[in-house]
DNA sequence: ATGGTGGGCGTCCCA
């Protein structure tokens, strides 16, 4: 008995359907959660989604920006949306869903990308991204008792030396930025959450999940970064399986700048 | 050092 739960920013879910279903039939996870859907939730693709099998969608939508959608072959149950910093985003909805017996809340996430200039007192993107990563400190994977959790999504934070394609030439770049790599790794912390990828590919090793649309030739620069993250709580980490980073769906035909990460679990 | 690409929306925002 297996769970797997893949995250993907789509960058526009309507333009993509084609490469979404591609993904869905060829790789079959359990559960797909989506950001930067960029649509309002009555133009979400749901019944063709449906149609391959995932019939349970919550969807946080909004128009022209940000979005983000749980589609599930498992039910979904107690869907909540918070509106992080207050500010009317769709940035965020979290459901239940019951595997092997256990009870587990999903959180699906996008976290603001926080602008050009790290500096919140000329660049209020900064600052809001900030304070988005601070409220995200209250969040705990214990949050709910008998109830596991699993967080998931574009954070656009690499946290880690070996999560960009240069530590030294980006640490004054958004993204990884000592204030907000040492934020998210609060996060962690304070929430008691494990990072899944880092638990299955070692902190040594160059991790990707992001490549610029503005390079001439991404793969040939693979001047990547691992933007997006699977997490989960303490009693779920043992279970993991693996996880895999689809780098070749970068290649695709009219490619998102993200690729799907899937992470696999195993019941005891 | 700079500008590079892509999506939605609507004549510019965000990434």
Same mark, same amino acid.
């Given at each position: 008995m297996t769970l @797997? !739960?893949?995250? *993907?920013?789509?960058?526009? !879910? $309507?333009? $993509? %359907? =084609?490469? !979404?279903e591609d993904f869905l039939r060829r790789e079959n996870p359990d559960i797909l959660c989506l950001q930067e859907i960029k649509c309002q939730n009555e133009q979400f693709p749901a019944a063709e989604i449906a149609e391959l099998g995932y019939s349970n969608i919550v969807i946080h939508g909004q128009k022209g920006y940000h979005g983000v959608a749980i589609c599930s072959k498992l =039910? %979904?149950? #107690? &869907?909540?949306r918070q509106d992080y910093c207050g500010v009317g985003d769709s940035r965020h909805i979290s459901a239940i869903f019951e *595997? +092997?017996?256990r009870r587990i809340r999903l959180h699906n996430f996008y976290v603001p990308a926080g602008g050009d200039e790290p500096n919140r007192d000329v660049n209020p993107k900064f600052g809001h991204k900030l304070d988005f990563v601070e409220e995200m400190k209250a969040l705990s994977? #214990?949050?709910e008792p008998n109830t596991g959790s699993i967080l998931v999504g574009d954070l656009n934070i690499a946290p880690l030396e070996h999560d960009v394609w240069s530590h030294k030439q980006m640490l004054k770049i958004i993204s990884h930025t000592p204030v907000e790599? &040492?934020? %998210?790794l609060e996060v962690m912390r304070q929430g008691k959450w494990v990072d899944l990828m880092r638990q299955h590919v070692p902190d040594t090793e160059k991790l990707y999940t992001w490549w610029s649309y503005r390079a001439k030739d991404w793969a040939a620069a693979d001047r990547g970064r691992r933007l997006?993250?699977? *997490? @989960?709580? +303490?009693? %779920?980490? =043992?279970?993991l399986e693996s996880v895999a980073v689809l780098k070749e769906a970068r290649g695709w035909t009219q490619p998102s700048d993200h690729v799907p990460v899937t992470a696999r679990f195993k019941a005891p």
């Open positions: @797997s !739960v893949t995250t *993907w920013n789509i960058n526009s !879910v $309507r333009l $993509r %359907l =084609p490469i !979404v =039910p %979904l149950t #107690e &869907d909540h *595997w +092997a017996g994977a #214990e949050a790599t &040492d934020g %998210l997006d993250h699977i *997490w @989960s709580s +303490a009693d %779920l980490a =043992p279970l």
